[in-house]
């Protein structure tokens, strides 16, 4: 059993998700984002902006990042990390794609205090 697998969940398929888009889940108090790319890369965020906590799954999605809609700040897909002059990061999860179906990692990649 790799580490992927051992808090790996289903969460539904690809087509749950619309390009551009994203679907929220809970993990206990915390809100997760999953977000679809226009070339169909998975990701998955906390649903949270490091800024001013606004809900990252109800922004835009485009170039790998996502815009927050309070106060547009563009936070990167990958790393979670704001882009350009802002500064702060939201947690990431890891997420595999297999044969159209979405595996999410429930165990967090604390953003950087």
Same mark, same amino acid.
């Not at 929220?24 to 108090?29: A, F, L, Q, S, V």
């Not at 990958?78 to 350009?84: D, H």
């Given at each position: 059993m790799n580490a992927m697998s051992a808090n790996r969940v289903a969460i539904g398929t690809i087509d749950d998700i619309p390009r551009r888009g994203a679907r $929220?889940? *809970?993990? &206990?108090?915390m809100t997760i984002?999953? #977000?679809r790319t226009v070339d169909d890369r998975i990701f998955a965020l906390e649903d *949270? $902006?490091?800024h001013r906590n606004g809900p990252l799954s109800q922004g835009i999605v485009h170039d790998g990042c996502v815009t927050c809609p309070l106060h547009n700040w563009v936070i990167s897909l990958? @790393? &979670? @990390?704001?882009?350009?002059a802002d500064e702060g990061s939201t947690n990431t999860f890891p997420v595999r794609l297999e044969d159209g179906r979405i595996y999410l990692d429930l165990t967090c990649n #604390?953003?950087?205090a």
């Open positions: $929220c889940m *809970k993990n &206990g108090d984002a999953v #977000f *949270k $902006c490091p990958e @790393t &979670g @990390t704001a882009q350009g #604390f953003a950087a």
